[in-house]
């Protein structure tokens, strides 16, 4: 059987935040597993950072991982790429944003820093439900602390405003529209698809042998531009309308069913 590179997104593709209680589903598990026996090579592609992966990739035995939406690059453990946000470009931009009340969220390595007057993305971030058994809140791993205008390496970073004035200004960052919520910025040039190209290049596995599932803005990206893509049922209709193929939504076995119908598992597999 020929080794394919098979990555999923987490929030909503693999985890099921519509559970009164996040979970994984255990068909999820399952195909995840079974996938692995097979011998591919089966990890994240992601926009949380590697702080807020590691449960979820020790409970589902992965080493290899697209993170922070493409600006981490890491295989069997090791990390063999990074990206970090043009630091002028950033600070020009965090500057803009302080005239306004929208909030902007900004993560490093180890913090999260927020500009947040009504104190909604705290209350997100918070949301224990949210949160996998075993797993800590997201500002346990990472603290959140109060965006200033010190120059920072960041690895992310999400505005949420319905409009960037002049982004050409802004000669070093991309920005993802996430739906007509804001946007996620990104380093010129770096996405999901372009650490997976990085993972896929590192493993000599050609694109046609690389599938990837997801279900939300950020995915869009890599859904449209790589063949083998699932977008999960319970996605956002934009992710649906560029991926290959869609799939029952997660909690009714999508996943599995997904891994089927694209021949990498069989029928007796769901069982």
């Known amino acids: 059987m020929r080794r394919r590179l098979i990555l999923f997104d987490v929030d909503d593709t693999i985890i099921d935040h519509s559970a009164q209680k996040s979970e994984i589903p255990k068909a999820t598990s399952k195909a995840i597993q079974l996938l692995q026996e ?17 449960h979820i990739m020790e409970l589902l035995d992965m080493d290899t991982a697209v993170s922070f939406g493409g600006h981490i690059v890491t295989l069997y453990g090791k990390e063999i790429y990074r990206h970090t946000l043009d630091v002028e470009d950033v600070n020009k931009l965090i500057k803009k ?7 902007v969220v900004c993560f490093d390595e180890n913090n999260i820093y927020v500009k947040d007057f009504f104190g909604r993305v705290k209350h997100a971030l ?3 439900t949210n949160t ?14 109060k965006l200033g205008k ?3 390496e960041y690895l992310a970073m999400m505005v949420f405003k319905n409009k960037i004035k002049h982004p050409e200004q802004y000669k070093h960052l991309d920005f993802n529209p996430w739906g007509n919520q ?13 650490g997976i190209e990085i993972l896929a290049k590192m493993l000599n596995i050609g694109m046609e042998d690389v599938y990837v599932f997801g279900d939300n803005y950020n995915d869009i990206h890599m859904l449209k531009n790589i063949k083998n893509s699932t977008a999960v049922g319970n996605g956002v209709a934009a992710a649906k309308e560029v991926a290959s193929y869609v799939s029952p939504p997660i909690n009714e076995g999508g996943i599995m069913t997904a891994c089927i119908e694209l021949g990498l598992l069989d029928e007796s597999d769901n069982v």
């Open 38 to 54: 097979k011998g591919h090579i089966v990890g994240l592609a992601t926009g949380r950072s590697k702080a807020h992966i590691k």
């Open 97 to 103: 944003t302080y005239k306004t009340l929208f909030p």
């Open 126 to 128: 918070y949301k224990e």
């Open 132 to 145: 996998l058994l075993g797993e800590e809140l997201v500002t346990d791993i990472t603290p959140m602390k």
């Open 150 to 152: 010190t120059k920072r």
């Open 182 to 194: 804001g946007y996620e910025v990104y380093a010129k040039g770096v996405s999901k698809l372009s």
